[in-house]
């Protein structure tokens, strides 16, 4: 039996970035080393690493979210982008949407042990929590899908005007590039790639940013919306 890697010492951005919450940063980092390893979450390749390629990544994306708004961390696996930005989030309203129990199981167990009452986490994929789920200001994912896949799951559960916001890698531009139809088909009015965490991460995080207008979704999802909304009434006053 392979030995676990070792978790390394926060380096001194973690100390920075996370603030009061560093303490519960260090620790989710622990879980994830632990737990998050042995139940299959996170590759244990990935421990070393974990703050730099994983904690911190995903925290400067704060930096691109509004203040006060509602999030979806459509895919959110473990917890990354969600948890980290949570931590150093607090006036965000966040969701966790992920499928698969042993993944949402751990989420819970985190939010719970981390005290995180701003974060719920619901199990379920994005295209059957359409219209059961309040719409979004924003939604973030990292690492789930291409773009274009990604955008058909994240932009239908936006609000008007609301943005969707990808971490991505080197792939971005060309992603973006080839999934300009797609997107706009799905109601983007408009694209940007933003690098944002310098002197935190190197190299600096990428996120693809998909800003919608007033049909998230466009024609294709704007009847499905209706119905799943109608259909959400008629059971609010059955119960």
Known sequence: ????????????????????????????????????VRRGLIGPREVPRLWERHLLNCA??????????????????????????ALVREDLKITLLEPLLRRTTFLTEVVELLGLDHVTVVRGRA?????????????????????????????????PYGE????????????????ATALSKLGAVATSIVHVGEGVVDPMSTVVRVEV???????????????????????????
Request: net charge neutral; aromatic share 4%; with cysteine.
């Open 1 to 36: 039996m392979t030995e676990a890697a070792e978790l390394p010492p926060a380096p001194e951005q973690a100390r920075e970035v996370f603030g009061d919450r560093f303490t519960d940063a260090v620790r989710y980092a622990e879980l994830l080393a632990e737990a998050g």
């Open 127 to 159: 295209e059957e929590v359409m219209g059961k789920l309040p719409p979004v200001h924003v939604v973030t994912a990292r690492a789930v899908a291409p773009l274009d896949r990604l955008a058909t799951w994240g932009i239908p559960l936006l609000r």
């Open 213 to 239: 207008g007033e049909s998230p979704g466009g024609v294709r999802f704007a009847a499905k919306r209706a119905k799943a909304a109608r259909t959400g009434r008629t059971r609010r006053r059955r119960g």
């Open 164 to 179: 969707m916001l990808a971490l991505k890698g080197d792939t971005a531009e060309e992603e973006l590039k080839s999934s």
């Open 60 to 85: 400067v994306l704060s930096e691109v979210v509004p203040e006060g708004v509602t999030v979806c961390d459509v895919g959110s696996g473990a917890g990354l982008p969600g948890i980290p930005l």
